[in-house]
């Protein structure tokens, strides 16, 4: 078979098909019918590649044809100079175009060709640090802002000066912006001081923020001649620069009164407010829970009182509640930036919803104000920077925690949080809706609330949840908005179509037909659900309503704060016993169908043994790269102390068959290309690369540790330093993920969860056995560098079963060894791992070009000379 035809075969053909042409060819058993085979796989092949090949010939005349229709492509660079502007602004406009068109390589290309020349480095400073400062690469930016000039940082890169300073350099970053603020300088642009504000905000200096908004008030003025959106920020921020941080209490309610906060979803960063309808419909829900209690009195702001005494009217006689006498003061906060409300101590609240959005992104408002008393229930929380132990201690003190889904359940679980499964709010937002009501004909439209337009069919009527108005009007308006919106739906519509859970949950409330079609079926969010029957959501609803019926009943009928935890935590432990059980539960997965060891034993038939005295090197090596070999290979020659033994593993023998070795560097290259064809992810198709990291204890049987290296890098110290690396006792070695931030080990999992899609049962298990195998968080790490203990990994109980979690839940070989070792791992030296482009190269051991472009492209990187070094010195291959 012609090696195009045998790749697309592989690529498209049936599993028998390929099995027959395999046979034909020596290399499987054969079948009963062997010219049957041989024609139909030959056949096939051919038919694909001329299918193949018509579809993209069909792509590229259009792509011509839109390429012509378009016109030539921008040039913001060049455009930008010929319009008389510094060669600093046509660099920012240039980056942001890049970064916009998701091509942040081509960006950095441009810093490290402006950095060779003296005369433009500065600007080529300028490239790099925005690019670095937009991926949180913070040590890399600062290393590159810090020296510019004040009027090229001021005007260029205001925002991604200020955060990676903050970051890296906090003292010294805010002594410049006072001095910055006390010259107040006419060249600084009115935008600047805004971008500099949101920043120092978030960092916690509130002198010097309402400082920088003074400055910012002043250009402003009146409006006139200003940009509109610098008018409304301005505005925006004012009365949270006013206020005072830190949990202000105010005085307790009256004797036989209790306070009561409503949870609003304002935040001091405008485009974090909430826009989304949603909320509110949250928030009406809620309200439910304590206007059913007919016999309570309500003082507070007018809107409120009179918000709460409209929803007392419409609550459902058959769910209103006497019994609970007395007086509730009413107030209201901001459940992102409740710190900046003065609140009486001992005021309950119901904390529900998505917790949160970060101030700035630099710092959660979490845990709540002191003076609240949170009931948790709906409660749904993932990131890991709101979760920090100051949060897990709030949450500890208030649990258990009722959680909005299993997800959220299993996360707090594994921080030895109590909690268990509540659901959602939304379901029981019956309560202020009367049952009875005219439903509409059969044949009224159907109702799409955020679905694709190309999913809407001729007579459909379309509906969107999300608008910024939303973030300008009152919560007393908001929920009055989505009392009316829901009732649209269940009178103007016999059935809904909806991506927003905020709309299934409730429409199904009301007794409206909904098919929720969300975006992913297996976020996180969704687990308990979705996909659920009517019997189960009664139990959600029945278990919010009875639940929330006597502890905040309690609450407001003036029981101690001991007394309704005390209730809480009785009222919730059977629940929160199963949701333990459930954590801890061990179910067996399905055997394998792969074997990868039964396939990679033919391959290395011959092969000769490993020198007992050699560190074996294992290299993934793709399509086009002879020449990266020859630079890696040569770059562990010149270096190394100790022999060693590099497995190359391909999928294209023939380009590096005449890479040779060196002085104590041998070389075997592994043909992988019948090994793992007909492995599959959870469906999806493993690369080479990929599967060439799950075949490390089949390479190797007899080696009791082996050192992997990426394919696109070169080594500046001696590799014997790895192979002599102390594990402590651990499977591996690995890298923390390059730049200057943490990662979350519990992101790549749920990220390897969130790919199951459809399959939201194999989703939501593999969150289950993640979380209850680890600790909540860990330090998520790279593999592109690991020094790994061979036996260790043959012992893992999860790596000796690795191919089932591979198939099950499609993991790639980094999600599964996050789940096998999460935080148990020897930490590999930072320098054994610098990525050109993501944090300081100048301690590196070795370099690795992670990014899409090489040293060996057309295009320049960064720390290209250090590579143009050993290319340059290392012998020509065969």
Not at 338 to 351: F, I, M, N, R
Not at 498 to 503: A, E, N
């Amino acid at each position: 078979m012609p090696t195009l035809a045998r790749r697309l075969a592989r690529r498209h053909l049936p599993h028998r098909v390929r099995q027959a042409g395999l046979a034909l060819a020596g290399r499987a058993p054969a079948g009963p019918t062997k010219a049957q085979q041989k024609a139909a796989a030959q056949q096939a092949a051919e038919a694909t590649a001329a299918k193949v090949a018509k579809a993209l010939a069909a792509a590229e005349r259009r792509a011509a044809k839109a390429r012509k229709a378009a016109g030539p492509p921008p040039q913001p660079l060049a455009d930008t100079l010929r319009r008389g502007a510094s060669l600093e602004e046509a660099v920012r406009v240039e980056v942001e175009h890049l970064l916009d068109a998701g091509e942040p390589d081509r960006a950095f290309s441009l810093g490290a060709g402006l950095g060779r020349t003296p005369a433009t480095a500065p600007a080529g400073d300028l490239a790099v640090g925005l690019v670095a400062a937009s991926r949180g690469d913070h040590a890399l930016a600062w290393s590159r802002l810090r020296g510019l000039d004040p009027q090229v940082w001021g005007r260029h890169a205001a925002t991604a000066w200020v955060t990676s300073g903050l970051d890296q350099d906090p003292t010294s970053t805010l002594e410049h912006l006072g001095a910055l603020v006390a010259e107040a300088p006419a060249w600084v642009p009115t935008r600047t001081w805004l971008d500099l504000l949101g920043p120092v905000f978030g960092h916690g200096d509130h002198a010097l923020a309402r400082a920088l908004h003074e400055r910012l008030d002043q250009r402003v003025g009146t409006g006139d001649g200003v940009e509109r959106d610098l008018v409304v920020q301005r505005d925006w921020l004012r009365r949270w620069v006013a206020a005072e941080p830190g949990g202000r209490l105010a005085p307790r309610p009256p004797e036989g009164s209790v306070a009561f906060a409503i949870m609003d979803y304002d935040h001091p960063g405008r485009s974090r407010a909430s826009a989304n309808i949603g909320d509110h419909v949250q928030s009406l829900a809620s309200l439910g829970h304590l206007v059913r209690h007919a016999d309570l009195d309500f003082d507070g702001p007018q809107d409120l009182v009179d918000l709460v005494g409209e929803l007392r009217g419409r609550v459902r006689p058959e769910l209103a509640r006497h019994g609970v006498e007395g007086r509730v003061q009413l107030l209201q906060i901001d459940r992102d930036a409740s710190e900046y409300a003065t609140v009486p101590e001992g005021t309950w609240t119901l904390a529900f919803g998505w917790f949160m959005h970060a101030l700035f992104q630099s710092r959660y408002g979490f845990p709540l104000h002191p003076g609240l008393r949170p009931l948790f229930i709906s409660f749904h929380a993932s990131k890991r920077d709101l979760l920090v132990p100051e949060a897990i201690d709030h949450l500890r003190r208030y649990a258990p925690i009722g959680c909005r889904d299993w997800t959220t359940v299993d996360l707090l679980l594994s921080a030895g949080v109590p909690a268990f499964f509540s659901g959602c709010m939304t379901t029981t937002v019956r309560t202020v809706f009367p049952a009875q009501v005219d439903r509409p004909p059969a044949d009224a439209p159907v109702g799409y609330v955020d679905v694709p337009a190309s999913t809407v069919p001729a007579g459909g009527v379309t509906y969107a949840h999300s608008s910024d108005k939303i973030r300008f009007r009152s919560f007393a308006r908001n929920v009055g908005d989505a009392v009316t919106l829901l009732e649209t739906y269940r009178r103007r519509h016999p059935a809904m179509v909806t991506s927003r859970l905020h709309c299934y949950l409730p429409v199904r409330a009301l007794g409206v037909p909904v098919d929720f079609q969300p975006k992913n079926r297996s976020d996180p969010r969704f687990a308990g659900l979705m996909d659920i029957t009517d019997e189960e959501f009664t139990a959600i609803q029945d278990r919010i309503d009875g639940r929330l019926e006597t502890v905040l009943g309690a609450a407001l009928g003036g029981a101690s704060e001991e007394e309704v935890y005390a209730l809480w935590r009785e009222v919730n432990a059977a629940d929160v016993r199963l949701a333990e059980e459930r954590h801890a539960a061990s179910h067996p997965l399905p055997a394998a169908r792969a074997d990868l060891a039964a396939e990679v034993g033919p391959v290395l038939q011959g092969a000769a043994a490993v020198p007992a005295d050699a560190l074996p090197v294992v290299v993934a090596v793709g399509r086009d790269r002879a020449e990266a070999v020859r630079v890696l290979l040569a770059s562990l020659a010149a270096r190394t102390s100790r022999p060693l033994h590099v497995l190359l593993l391909t999928h294209h023998p023939d380009e590096v068959a005449a890479v040779g070795g060196h002085d104590g560097v041998t070389v075997q290259v592994v043909d992988t290309r019948t090994v793992g064809d007909d492995l599959r992810a959870a469906g999806r198709r493993l690369s080479a690369s990929e599967v060439g990291l799950l075949l490390l204890p089949h390479l190797l049987p007899d080696a009791e540790r082996a050192v992997v290296l990426p394919v696109d890098a070169v080594v500046e110290d001696d590799p014997a330093e790895l192979g002599a690396l102390d594990l402590g006792g651990r499977l591996l070695a690995a890298p923390q993920p390059v730049g200057s931030g943490s990662a979350s080990g519990f992101a790549v999992l749920n990220g390897a969860a969130n790919r199951l899609g459809d399959r939201t049962g194999p989703a939501a298990e593999l969150r289950r056995r993640a979380y209850g195998r680890h600790t909540f968080d860990f330090e998520a790490f790279d593999v592109s560098v690991l020094v790994v203990d061979l036996a260790a990994w043959r012992r893992h109980e999860v790596l000796g079963d690795q191919l089932a979690w591979v198939e099950e839940f499609g993991l790639g070989p980094r999600e599964l060894l996050h789940l096998a070792v999460g935080p148990d791992r020897a930490l590999l030296p930072t320098r054994w791992h610098r990525v050109p482009g993501r944090d300081l190269t100048e301690d590196a051991a070795l370099l690795h070009w992670a990014g899409r472009t090489k040293p060996w492209s057309d295009e320049l990187v960064l720390d290209q000379e250090r590579w143009d070094a050993v290319a340059g010195g290392a012998p020509a291959a065969g």
